[in-house]
């Protein structure tokens, strides 16, 4: 199965960003602005089994935020739909023991992901229901893809990811573990400031700091 590489970071100062991030030539990738809306939901046993392997089953919508550039007459893209399935990398006698609690040694997070594009959110929604699966946690966020010039050569498969949710701005790098270092090092951060967690277990924690019950992850449009 293949594998992602990641970290992510917490965005303190986005000027200060912005500026790194245009020193190092950062584009956005895919054409347009780069920026999408993802609505993302989670689905599990009503027992929890999934999580409790350290795995994630979750459907998630994209939708291609329009650039203040584009002329108003060119036809809104059509939503991408993404089903992805993630656990943990068994690296090591601890991931098979107990999957659920595994950290993966090292500074970055490591897990086995299979994602596939699918046609209809909803309908897939259904059989997962209908298998005895729920959506039991969704959260939104708007996404910025990034990448250095073709001509950085040690930034050959990195995306760099600019992640506004509502508990905050991240951002993720995500490709092999030595450009992952490095940019993060040009971007003005320190291995100390990398996070592994997951969003649902950086809101889960947000909303215990807060002493407020866990919800959706979404932001307020009122």
């Known amino acids: 199965m293949p594998q992602e590489t990641e970290i992510k ?23 347009g602005n780069g920026r999408i809306h993802e609505w993302n939901v ?18 998630r919508t994209e939708s291609q935020q329009k650039s203040k550039s584009r002329s108003a007459t060119v036809k809104k893209a059509k939503p991408r739909i993404l089903l992805t399935f993630k656990k943990p990398a068994l690296r090591s006698r601890e991931a098979i023991d107990n999957p659920a609690n595994y950290t993966p040694s090292g500074r970055h997070k490591v897990r086995e992901e299979i994602e596939i594009e699918v046609a209809d959110a909803a309908a897939l929604g259904s059989i997962f229901e209908g298998l005895g699966m729920r959506g039991w946690f969704r959260y939104e966020k708007y996404r910025t893809t990034m990448k250095l010039p073709a001509s950085v050569r040690w930034a050959k498969g990195l ?24 940019a993060a ?38």
């Open 185 to 222: 090092q040009l971007l003005g951060y320190l291995r100390s400031d990398y996070i592994l967690k997951s969003y649902l277990a950086l809101y889960l924690e947000e909303r215990r700091h807060q002493g407020e019950s866990p919800r959706d992850m979404v932001f307020d449009r009122k």
């Open 9 to 31: 970071l917490r965005v303190k100062d986005m000027k200060i960003l912005l500026h790194a991030l245009k020193r190092l030539g950062a584009r956005p990738a895919g054409g």
């Open 42 to 59: 989670i689905y599990d046993t009503p027992q929890g089994g999934l999580a409790k392997h350290g795995q994630l089953l979750r459907i």
């Open 159 to 182: 995306l760099i990811e600019l992640d506004e949710t509502p508990i905050g701005t991240f951002v993720e790098l995500e490709g092999p573990p030595s450009a992952i270092d490095r």
